[in-house]
């Protein structure tokens, strides 16, 4: 089957605009997550969705960054406002009744 | 303060020996951890998961070892190969939260 799919691949913006990636998780797997990988670094952990509400959110930087899961598939990671040091790629996992993780190739942001 | 640090950031070897990466954690009680492959501008790949109370998993070429009281585990990649070559990432898994990442060793395997 499919795996994790992420659109756009790569999405370049200007400081101060508004983004949004999206994710598809493999299907019927409840857990969603969000990542984010600067260059050298592991991925650092941005939110956590189990069916349709976030389960845990401590790792999203400040406001201007939410996601949403409204139907429990798809998630939508948005970002008002962008800056230069939002500039990373945005991994998605995915995962049912397991803890092995699926990932997503990522969405390489970069904020000119 | 908590930190997870995987010894080297680079580990080159030639085929046919063995790689071993480590990773060390303070202030965090994992009840699994997890290691990953990560291929440049790829997403991580699963490998291996060992839980608090297992000692040793094995998986073809691969094995790893948790000592939970060292705070440590160890990867091997036995009888390596140029395919082989790649970011491998330990993860800390403290069950039904998302997973903690190591930076990652990048392994680079010379025939």
């Known amino acids: 089957g499919a795996g994790v799919s992420q659109t756009p691949s790569n999405k370049v913006t200007e400081k101060g605009k508004y983004v949004e990636l999206r994710c598809d998780p493999i299907?019927?797997?409840?857990?969603l997550y969000w990542y984010r990988q600067s260059l050298g670094q592991g991925p650092e952990f941005l939110i956590y969705?189990?069916?349709?509400?976030?389960?845990?959110d401590s790792g999203l930087p400040n406001d201007r960054f939410f996601a949403v899961r409204p139907e429990g598939s798809v998630s939508t990671l948005k970002i008002q406002r962008t800056e230069r040091g939002d500039s990373a790629v945005y991994l998605c996992?995915?995962?049912?009744?397991?803890?092995?993780?699926?990932f997503g190739p990522g969405t390489r942001l970069t904020v000119l | 303060s908590q930190k997870i640090e995987q010894n080297s950031e680079a580990l080159n070897i030639q085929e046919g020996k063995t790689a071993t990466l480590t990773c060390n954690y303070t202030?965090?009680?994992?009840?699994?951890l997890q290691w990953y492959r990560q291929d440049p501008g790829r997403g991580p790949v699963f490998l291996l998961l060992?839980?608090?109370?297992?000692k040793e998993k094995r998986k073809e070429r691969l094995k790893v070892t948790f000592d939970t009281t060292l705070k440590q585990s160890l990867f091997h990649i036995t009888a390596s190969q140029p395919a082989d070559s790649a970011t491998y990432l330990c993860?800390?898994?403290?069950?039904?939260?998302?997973?903690?990442f190591g930076k990652g060793t990048t392994l680079s395997v010379s025939s």
């Open positions: 202030n965090y009680s994992p009840a699994y």
């Open positions: 993860a800390l898994d403290q069950a039904g939260t998302a997973l903690i």
């Open positions: 996992a995915s995962s049912h009744a397991t803890h092995e993780q699926f």
């Open positions: 299907s019927g797997h409840t857990a």
């Open positions: 060992i839980r608090e109370n297992e």
């Open positions: 969705f189990q069916g349709t509400g976030a389960a845990d």
